[in-house]
T-cell receptor
Framework: KAGVTQTPRYLIKTRGQQVTLSCSPI?????VSWYQQTPGQGLQFLFE???????NKGNFPGRFSGRQFSNSRSEMNVSTLELGDSALYLC???????????????FGAGSRLTVL | AQTVTQSQPEMSVQEAETVTLSCTYD???????LFWYKQPPSRQMILVIR??????QNATENRFSVNFQKAAKSFSLKISDSQLGDTAMYFC??????????????FGKGTKLSVIP
């Protein structure tokens, strides 16, 4: 069973550019969450998508956005990049069965973004 | 807002020995879940163990066990018979219902564990 796949694994951008990161969840998983990991702030929740709808959002500026497609694949976009956006962006998927409470998240390997 | 505190930024343990990683959290919720995740140098975050707050019995997974003290809001992880492959960052995480069917994780800053041969 394939795990959570994130592309690209590494990318370098300059300030002011935009970036799109992709996440393919485990087959059958309908929920996709995104987290930002930095040395200073640690792991912070960005947003969660379920059945193509954003159902939760963290405390990030509007430059951070995302979407989910009908096949559950998700993308996140960061516009007008700033130096502080340099981070490891982690995607996680879960089956999200409503009756089972908090489901276990399975994480991808992450996309390492460097902003110069 | 919930907070998770891991007071030990770094720890080391001899191979085959036992080590305990500390985690405390703050919440006003009565129903929630706690997790320990492991992030090896290769970066892929892996679930180690999960605990549901309403279950008084401490969760165990092979060499990994937790000491869940709900009143004290403490959730420590014990690793027995430490192995070289246990070298990693360990994150304690908390979640409770956020509405609309969603649960978001709040992570601690992590503890870097090194297993010494």
């Amino acid at each position: 069973k394939a795990g959570v796949t994130q592309t690209p694994r590494y990318l370098i951008k300059t300030r002011g550019q935009q970036v799109t990161l992709s996440c393919s969840p485990i087959s059958g998983h309908r929920s996709v969450s995104w987290y930002q990991q930095t040395p200073g702030q640690g792991l912070q929740f960005l947003f969660e998508y379920f059945s193509e709808t954003q159902r939760n959002k963290g405390n990030f500026p509007g430059r951070f956005s995302g979407r989910q497609f009908s096949n559950s694949r998700s993308e996140m976009n960061v516009s007008t990049l700033e130096l502080g956006d340099s981070a490891l962006y982690l995607c996680a998927s879960s089956f999200a069965r409503v009756t089972s409470g908090a489901n276990v998240l399975t994480f991808g390997a992450g996309s390492r973004l460097t902003v110069l | 807002a919930q907070t998770v505190t891991q007071s030990q930024p770094e720890m080391s343990v001899q191979e085959a020995e036992t080590v305990t990683l500390s985690c405390t959290y703050d919440t006003s919720e009565s129903n929630y879940y706690l997790f320990w995740y492991k992030q090896p140098p290769s970066r892929q975050m892996i679930l180690v163990i999960r605990q549901e707050a309403y279950k008084q019995q401490n969760a165990t997974e092979n060499r990994f066990s937790v000491n869940f003290q709900k009143a004290a809001k403490s959730f420590s992880l014990k690793i027995s018979d430490s192995q070289l492959g246990d070298t990693a960052m360990y994150f304690c995480a908390f979640t409770s219902y956020s509405g609309a069917g969603s649960y978001q994780l709040t992570f601690g800053k992590g503890t870097k564990l090194s297993v010494i041969p």
